[in-house]
Each structure stands twice: as C-alpha cells, then as structure tokens.
C-alpha cells in the first residue's frame, strides 16, 4: 500500500498528488512513468511521473478527471493508500546534447512535459516551452514552467489567457521567423502531437513524442500498448513511451486508444453515480 | 492386495455445455474413497520408474502408501519435501509425459493416475491442516529471488526449508507468474496459488510486489543491499506477433493481454474495473496449451464461435491432449492446416475477418516436425471480430539490458551451466522460461530446485 503524502487540486479536472514511494523516488528520470491500481477491484493504468522528491522519498503524478479510474483516484483523501504503484516505468528521455530545445505541452500533457523542462533547463539548456489549455481556468504549473525556461508561452483555445490559439500556431510563428531548435519535445493528447509533427516535418526539426497508448502490465509482457513506429510495432511501455514524432502512425495510434470507449464511458457514468449517493 | 483395474477412476468433472459458462473449476478432484481405490493401483515397484519421470523426483509410491493407509497429512508431508507447489502441478503437470509415462502400469492399460493423487492430498491438506508450518531455523544468508512464477517459488521455497532469509520480487501486483496471469480460473483456481504462496510465507519467504527489477532497483543493487546470490526466475514473458497485415486493428490481442485481462484483472466479472473486448466470432492463432487457454476463456466470456486456427495438423498440435479434448468438448473449433496471412478492418478500426491459406505438410524441418507449406490459390476469409495471437512469446530483455556480464542467447535466454543454473555472472543462477524460453511449469520449478541447491552449496562454503 502506498500512502499519499500531499493531495492538491491545481484546477477544476486536473489534481496533483504526492505519493511516498522512496525506491521510485530514487530511480525515476523524467519521461518515465508509474503504474498504479487504486483499490482491490481496480484497474492498472500508467500516468508519468510528474516530479520527484528523492530526499523525502515522494513522486508526484498529476492527473486528470477523465473516467471511472481517475475519479476513484481523486477520492482519496490525503493520508489514505493507494494499492499498488509500480515504476519508475518505460525509458527516461533522452536529454543529452541538447543546447536549445521548444517543449510543447497540450493540457495535462503540460505536467509530463515539466520534469523534461526542469531537467533540460538544469543541464544549461535554452528551453522554450509552450503551454496549451482549452480557457485560464485549466491552466497548471505556471509558476514551474517560467522556473524552467527561458522563454514561455501560453496560449489558450478561448484567448481567455496568454494568447488565443494553439500551441502549433506559436510554434509555427517562432519557426517561420527563422529560430533554430534542436529538438521539439511535444507531449499532449495524440491529435496535439500529431499536428506538432507535421508542423516541425515542414521544417525539418527532430521532434519526440511521448505515446500514451492503452496499458495494462507496463512491463512488456501484453503488447496492449503496442504503436507501429517506422512500418516496426513497438511497445510504448519498454520501447517508449517516446519515439521519433516523425514515425508514429498517429491515425492508428488514436483508433486503438478508443478501443473501450462505451466501456469506459459506462463505467465513469457509474462511478460517478455512486460517489454522488455518498456524498449525500 | 493392489486395484488391478486397466483404468484409473475416472474424475468428476463439470459437464462440458454448463463448464463453458462459468469460470469455475472443471475437474472436481477425487473424494477419499476415489483416491485409496486409485492408490491401491499403484504395486509400489521397488525401482520406482515413475520417480525417475518427475523433475522434482517427488517420492511418489511413499506417497501413495501413505494414501492407502488413510493417512492423508502424512502423503502431504511426503510430497512436500520435494514440492513446494502440488496443489498447481497435480493440476497443469502434463503427467502423460512425464512421472504416468513411466508407470509400470501403463504398459497394459492406464497408469496410476499420479497427478490426481497428489492434488487429492494437496487438496485435502489446505482443507484440513491444522498446524502451522515448522519455520526453520535462520542460517543468516540473504539469497533474492527475481519473479514468483514457478521457478522462482519452488527456489525460494527449497531455500527458505534449508534456513535461508528468501526474499522474491514480483513485478505485478500478485504473486504467482503464468499460475495468476496466464492459467485460467477454470484450470487453476487462483485461491489454490493463493495458498501455496500463503504457505511459503508461513516458513519465512518475504514477497515483495510491485517490484520491476531491472528498473526499481538492479541486480548489482540487489547485492549491494546484502543479497549473496540472486535467482532470476523472470519468464518469458514477451509476446510474439506474426507481422501481418492489420495486426495492430482493435480486436486484436496477444494471448498474453486476452489472459492477463481475463485471469489476473478478473475481467470476466462484473466488479472488475478492467474492460475486456465481448466478441462474437473469435480466432484463436496457435496450437499449443496457452492457445487452448484463451479460446476456452472467450467461450466462457460469451463468445458465439470459437476458432484454433493452426498451422499444421491435429496430430502435431503443441498443447496436451487433454487439453484439446476439453476444447472440443466445450464447442471450439479446431481450423488446422489454417495460416492467417491478412487481418482485414472495418472504418472505424475494427476486425472484420482474416484471410487464411490453407497448408500441405512438406518434409521435416530442424525441429522434426514437418514444414508447413502454402496452397497456391488457397485463400479465403474467416468471418471473425477477434483475434488472439498464440503463437509464443520470447525472454523480457529487461533483465538483460540492465545487468552488466549476462551472458543470452541471441534469441534473449539466459546462458547457464544446466546442472546448476549458474549464469556467466558470479552469485547469478537463473531458470525456467528465462533461461530455455516458453516450456512447462514443472520444468520451470525443476529448474528453480536445481538451482536453490547449487546456491546452497555456494552460500553453506562461506
């Protein structure tokens, strides 16, 4: 069991939680990600590994509110267990060499795209991040980014914060005024990273996708979360979870990530349900 | 004076068209009577051929005289200095080649039916077994155990009797390996692992889940952290695919996902949290006990037809002929001299069919069994929703990719001298799946003994 240090809400969909599990504290480098079954019954789902406090032994994850398992994440409280927690999982990115990189954060892809950030800032890296949200009221770790970077920019869908538009337009505007990256770092929902990659193809800059794709073990043993790479099938949970944003076949990627759709959909309807009759 | 019928009692068991419903066990076990009447087949030959057939070389006719003699806990206490786990091999041991093939017995009419007897008195033992185990007394070595499939078990086990601190780490949430993920409920009831491992901890075995070793922590932390040698029982857990056309379409799966879903995340039920694919028409690809596993799985998860589809004919199908009988008997499909060549989709992604060819058997290839060849012209579609792909699965390179001076094959199995499991790395023993790639659970825990007495004979000259 695996108790959780901090609980924090960092906007009205997305909470941020610090649980004390010292060995993954220890090991876990930014782009890795954790494994985690709430209860008994509960299922496996992966979520990266936002930040880590290896001194007191904490990881945090951030996670948004998006169905059954999430919400019965959410309703723990500070001081209860979680039930199993597994990492640090898949490879850590790779960050070496890197003089001058754009980090592109999509909505809670923002809180995958931050340890990346930190890590290549403290390495004396020219980061320039941009940040995406649908209005202001979604937007989350500001305050972490700007520490990280040297230039951030934030755009939301509404124009209710930073500038409207997304995160492609920004991206696409410093391009097309001549900067240089060695690399984009882009981590968000699939049809983001998507659009980033067929933005920075125009352009000819690397650029590294983190996939998310439906996982059950993590540890290589199912091939649930398999992408085709390069024409090559691959396993996001010890191949990845990044990969060359240049080879991913998004298309396939998104249709096999909606694979339990009505499953799912039933079972958060159900899960809210019942956590509504309890609050009564 | 001996039972000197041709054929062993027979086994209540569930009827095949209620058994494909539900996930319950479908053999039964024998009742007390059942068993002393089979036990009086065995003529205690004085050469004991049968020992010589078991890779854990259980003490079979002292056993069964124990049975006879209605002392049940004693045939236990037996057994269990050889087994740690003989309440899973009396049920997946493929006895018929192995302890039964030598049976005296055998020659004219059945062997004694050895696995049934010792699950009868596994079985009798977990239900009526009073006092704890005997903790033995602490030798202070430290040995860790990488994975608790059988191997790893039956290694912990053996050393944790000679006095060892035993320490296994698991990679999943439950303890068990291919015994909680991969064989179903209805073959091995998961409260019967449950068990076996409840008893290993009762004579001092430390269990930790959620350990992914290779990543949490290496092999050379394990030792630094005190461990004087390691075993590593990690599997062969890595899924093959045949690389065909639409093979990442929804609606296909890896045996390996199908089985975790179904048997480890309980997905049959209707309290678990983790999904599952309901199809109708479902192609089962491969022949061998882990194909047969998942078809009779998607016919009890409600699935209207089941096919194996197999490459080769019936008579070179890998899995156990009791196993194949038990498909049939519950309305599998068996589609042999079949190879899948395209998985066809639907708009939205979806299996909609697989094209087939049908197969000739040419000469025999390096593995003796005859090549399969295609029919020119012979393509045609299956109609299906699902598709499982059962055609083997290979070592995590996990293991491997972070252990310095591993020696492997290059197909990724762990190089070890045979009659110890040493691997190239000094204190480093492996075996099982790991080491000779998909095979038997019983070889896997002959392996995981051999193993825990050449890591006593290193660790008791210190």
């Given at each position: 069991?695996?108790?959780?240090?901090?609980?924090?809400?960092?906007?009205?969909?997305?909470?941020?939680?610090?649980?004390?599990?010292?060995?993954?504290?220890?090991?876990?480098?930014?782009?890795?990600?954790?494994?985690?079954?709430?209860?008994?019954?509960?299922?496996?789902?992966?979520?990266?590994?936002?930040?880590?406090?290896?001194?007191?032994?904490?990881?945090?994850?951030i996670f948004q509110l998006v169905g059954a398992a999430t919400e019965a994440l959410n309703h723990k409280n500070e001081g209860e267990y979680i039930q199993d927690f597994?990492?640090?999982?898949?490879?850590?990115?790779?960050?070496?060499?890197?003089?001058?990189?754009?980090?592109?954060?999509?909505?809670?892809?923002?809180?995958?795209?931050?340890?990346?950030?930190?890590?290549?800032?403290?390495?004396?890296?020219?980061?320039?991040?941009?940040?995406?949200?649908?209005?202001?009221?979604?937007?989350?770790?500001?305050?972490?980014?700007?520490?990280?970077?040297?230039?951030?920019?934030?755009?939301?869908?509404?124009?209710?914060?930073?500038?409207?538009?997304?995160?492609?337009?920004?991206?696409?505007?410093?391009?097309?005024?001549?900067?240089?990256?060695?690399?984009?770092?882009?981590?968000?929902?699939?049809?983001?990273?998507?659009?980033?990659?067929?933005?920075?193809?125009?352009?000819?800059?690397?650029?590294?996708?983190?996939?998310?794709?439906?996982?059950?073990d993590g540890t290589g043993m199912c091939g649930g979360c398999r992408l085709t790479v390069g024409g090559v099938t691959k396993f996001a949970c010890v191949d990845g979870?990044?990969?060359?944003?240049?080879?991913?076949?998004?298309?396939?990627?998104?249709?096999?990530?909606?694979?339990?759709?009505?499953?799912?959909?039933?079972?958060?309807?159900?899960?809210?349900?019942?956590?509504?009759?309890?609050?009564? | 004076?001996?039972?000197?019928?041709?054929?062993?009692?027979?086994?209540?068991?569930?009827?095949?068209?209620?058994?494909?419903?539900?996930?319950?066990?479908?053999?039964?076990?024998?009742?007390?009577?059942?068993?002393?009447?089979?036990?009086?087949?065995?003529?205690?030959?004085?050469?004991?051929?049968?020992?010589?057939?078991?890779?854990?070389?259980?003490?079979?006719?002292?056993?069964?005289?124990?049975?006879?003699?209605?002392?049940?806990?004693?045939?236990?206490?037996?057994?269990?200095?050889?087994?740690?786990?003989?309440?899973?091999?009396?049920?997946?041991?493929?006895?018929?080649?192995?302890?039964?093939?030598?049976?005296?017995?055998?020659?004219?009419?059945?062997?004694?039916?050895?696995?049934?007897?010792?699950?009868?008195?596994?079985?009798?033992?977990?239900?009526?077994?009073?006092?704890?185990?005997?903790?033995?007394?602490?030798?202070?070595?430290?040995?860790?155990?990488?994975?608790?499939?059988?191997?790893?078990?039956?290694?912990?086990?053996?050393?944790?009797?000679?006095?060892?601190?035993?320490?296994?780490?698991?990679?999943?949430?439950?303890?068990?390996?291919?015994?909680?993920?991969?064989?179903?409920?209805?073959?091995?009831?998961?409260?019967?692992?449950?068990?076996?491992?409840?008893?290993?901890?009762?004579?001092?075995?430390?269990?930790?889940?959620?350990?992914?070793?290779?990543?949490?922590?290496?092999?050379?932390?394990?030792?630094?952290?005190?461990?004087?040698?390691?075993?590593?029982?990690?599997?062969?857990?890595?899924?093959?695919?045949?690389?065909?056309?639409?093979?990442?379409?929804?609606?296909?799966?890896?045996?390996?996902?199908?089985?975790?879903?179904?048997?480890?995340?309980?997905?049959?039920?209707?309290?678990?949290?983790?999904?599952?694919?309901?199809?109708?028409?479902?192609?089962?690809?491969?022949?061998?006990?882990?194909?047969?596993?998942?078809?009779?799985?998607?016919?009890?998860?409600?699935?209207?037809?089941?096919?194996?589809?197999?490459?080769?004919?019936?008579?070179?199908?890998?899995?156990?002929?009791?196993?194949?009988?038990?498909?049939?008997?519950?309305?599998?499909?068996?589609?042999?001299?079949?190879?899948?060549?395209?998985?066809?989709?639907?708009?939205?992604?979806?299996?909609?069919?697989?094209?087939?060819?049908?197969?000739?058997?040419?000469?025999?290839?390096?593995?003796?069994?005859?090549?399969?060849?295609?029919?020119?012209?012979?393509?045609?579609?299956?109609?299906?929703?699902?598709?499982?792909?059962?055609?083997?699965?290979?070592?995590?390179?996990?293991?491997?990719?972070?252990?310095?001076?591993?020696?492997?094959?290059?197909?990724?199995?762990?190089i070890v001298q045979e009659e110890t499991g040493l691997t190239s790395r000094e204190g480093v023993y492996a075996g099982g799946d790991a080491v000779t790639g998909a095979?038997?659970?019983?070889?896997?825990?002959?392996?995981?003994?051999?193993?825990?007495?050449?890591?006593?004979?290193?660790?008791?000259?210190?």
């Open positions: 069991m695996f108790k959780i240090a901090h609980k924090q809400r960092l906007n009205p969909t997305v909470t941020r939680m610090e649980i004390e599990a010292p060995l993954i504290a220890r090991k876990a480098e930014p782009g890795q990600f954790i494994i985690l079954r709430v209860d008994e019954n509960g299922e496996r789902f992966p979520l990266t590994i936002a930040d880590t406090d290896r001194e007191n032994g904490l990881v945090s994850i597994v990492g640090p999982l898949g490879s850590p990115t790779h960050t070496e060499g890197l003089k001058r990189v754009a980090i592109i954060g999509g909505g809670v892809g923002g809180a995958s795209a931050y340890p990346v950030a930190k890590k290549l800032h403290e390495q004396g890296c020219e980061v320039t991040s941009i940040v995406g949200f649908r209005n202001r009221e979604l937007l989350i770790l500001e305050d972490e980014f700007k520490a990280a970077s040297a230039r951030y920019i934030v755009k939301t869908d509404d124009g209710s914060y930073g500038t409207k538009g997304l995160v492609t337009d920004a991206l696409r505007e410093l391009l097309e005024a001549g900067e240089t990256f060695d690399e984009v770092i882009a981590i968000g929902p699939l049809i983001m990273m998507k659009f980033v990659c067929a933005l920075t193809k125009e352009f000819g800059v690397k650029t590294t996708v983190s996939m998310n794709p439906i996982m059950i979870p990044d990969f060359d944003g240049h080879l991913v076949d998004f298309d396939e990627a998104m249709q096999r990530s909606r694979t339990y759709y009505d499953f799912e959909r039933k079972a958060h309807e159900e899960t809210c349900n019942l956590f509504q009759k309890e609050a009564k | 004076m001996p039972n000197m019928s041709l054929v062993k009692n027979e086994m209540p068991s569930q009827a095949p068209d209620v058994r494909n419903k539900n996930f319950s066990e479908v053999a039964l076990g024998y009742t007390e009577e059942q068993a002393i009447d089979e036990a009086q087949r065995c003529l205690n030959c004085k050469h004991k051929p049968c020992v010589s057939g078991c890779p854990v070389q259980i003490d079979i006719p002292a056993f069964i005289e124990r049975i006879i003699a209605h002392d049940f806990e004693g045939a236990y206490q037996s057994i269990s200095k050889s087994s740690s786990l003989p309440a899973v091999c009396g049920r997946v041991c493929p006895q018929e080649s192995q302890c039964e093939c030598k049976c005296v017995r055998g020659v004219k009419g059945e062997p004694v039916a050895i696995g049934r007897l010792e699950r009868f008195v596994a079985d009798w033992h977990n239900a009526n077994a009073t006092e704890a185990p005997v903790k033995p007394v602490p030798n202070g070595h430290k040995v860790a155990i990488v994975g608790s499939g059988p191997a790893g078990l039956t290694c912990a086990g053996d050393l944790a009797k000679k006095g060892y601190e035993v320490t296994v780490f698991e990679a999943l949430h439950l303890a068990g390996g291919v015994l909680v993920y991969g064989i179903p409920e209805f073959r091995l009831p998961k409260a019967i692992v449950q068990k076996e491992i409840d008893t290993l901890k009762s004579i001092g075995v430390k269990l930790e889940t959620n350990m992914v070793i290779g990543r949490v922590l290496s092999i050379d932390e394990l030792f630094e952290s005190g461990f004087e040698a390691v075993f590593i029982g990690s599997g062969a857990g890595l899924p093959r695919f045949m690389n065909i056309p639409g093979e990442n379409l929804k609606g296909v799966f890896s045996a390996n996902e199908f089985l975790t879903r179904t048997n480890l995340m309980r997905a049959y039920r209707n309290d678990s949290a983790t999904p599952i694919v309901k199809a109708k028409k479902v192609a089962v690809v491969g022949g061998g006990n882990v194909a047969m596993d998942a078809a009779r799985c998607a016919k009890r998860l409600g699935a209207e037809e089941v096919s194996i589809v197999y490459r080769r004919s019936e008579a070179e199908l890998p899995a156990r002929h009791e196993e194949v009988e038990h498909a049939k008997e519950e309305g599998i499909l068996f589609k042999v001299l079949v190879n899948p060549c395209e998985i066809t989709g639907d708009t939205n992604g979806w299996v909609n069919g697989m094209v087939c060819r049908e197969m000739t058997l040419g000469e025999p290839d390096a593995s003796g069994r005859r090549r399969p060849v295609e029919k020119e012209g012979s393509e045609f579609k299956m109609d299906v929703d699902c598709v499982i792909m059962s055609i083997g699965t290979s070592p995590n390179p996990l293991i491997k990719s972070t252990t310095k001076g591993l020696d492997t094959q290059k197909w990724g199995g762990i095979a038997t659970v019983i070889l896997a825990m002959g392996a995981g003994k051999t193993a825990a007495q050449a890591i006593d004979e290193q660790l008791s000259k210190k």
